[in-house]
DNA sequence: TCCTGATACCTTGTTAGGCATAGTATCATG
DNA sequence: CATGATACTATGCCTAACAAGGTATCAGGA
């Protein structure tokens, strides 16, 4: 029986590697949920996105797992934010995480016959 | 409440990746799917693999998808072996996902700060 | 002779990560 | 005073990869 083609998610390629880009944002300094969902559309040129859904219980796991630490930031005339910080266990888990991702993309590269240096076409 | 830290999985690295391995490996000549699996772990430097239950399903939906077509090669005093050659619409598909995949990845170095030309640490 | 491991294919049900959807609330702007 | 942006949270769904199990043939060793 014919089916359609399966899209190409860009879903399935963050899976796996949201945590590396939240430990990756909060290394360059203490940001708030909501910061981050922006940070990381700019970073990407609005190429990759988190859901809120996605965002707001990762933040709440990798806390728990103690990889960041949060803290209420209270404003005078301001809604509150809970601002989150990389822990030493956080960074050491991005560096393990940067490590598995470069050889993980690396090996693709070289299994599919494509050369990274090379511009999109 | 503290949790342990999630183990960095090379399965979710593979998710939305394993259509792209298929193509690219079967891009190279006919295979059948035990063929594949060694073909994948060797040019992987055994980094890579898929399982029987993730790449058999895999090949059947490609097929209805009409990415991949199969014929049974049998032969005198040997075990018969579906081979797979991928069609023209997969050889289409193989150059969307490149190009999905290598924008996606450049996006991830980017975000992360690192250099893809550099050797992991 | 029998057992193990490799080859070769297949199926059923589970798992878990990202998401759709919904809800709460404040503030600025027109 | 309605709308959109900001800011956080919770519940339940979807689906790709996998664990586990099954069938069968053949070679080689104990």
């Given amino acids: 029986m014919k089916k359609r083609t399966q899209d190409i998610s860009?879903?399935?390629?963050?899976?796996?590697?949201?945590?590396?880009?939240?430990?990756?944002?909060l290394k360059d300094g203490?940001?708030?949920?909501?910061?981050?969902?922006?940070e990381l559309e700019r970073r990407?040129?609005?190429?990759?996105?988190?859901?809120?859904?996605?965002?707001?219980p990762l933040l709440h796991d990798m806390e728990d797992e103690e990889l960041i630490v949060s803290e209420w930031d209270v404003r005078e005339g301001e809604r509150p934010r809970r601002v989150y910080t990389i822990t030493d266990k956080g960074?050491?888990?991005l560096e393990?995480?940067?490590?598995?991702?470069?050889?993980?993309?690396?090996?693709?590269?070289?299994?599919?016959g494509l050369n990274p240096n090379e511009r999109a076409r």
């Avoid at 203490?30 to 922006?38: A, F, R």
């Avoid at 990407?44 to 707001?56: G, I, N, P, V």
């Fill in 30 to 38: 203490p940001t708030h949920g909501y910061g981050i969902l922006y």
């Fill in 10 to 25: 860009i879903s399935d390629l963050l899976r796996g590697n949201t945590r590396t880009l939240l430990l990756a944002i």
């Fill in 44 to 56: 990407s040129e609005k190429m990759l996105e988190f859901k809120q859904a996605t965002l707001y």
């Fill in 96 to 112: 393990k995480r940067l490590e598995t991702f470069h050889e993980f993309s690396m090996t693709m590269y070289r299994i599919v």
């Fill in 91 to 93: 960074q050491k888990e």
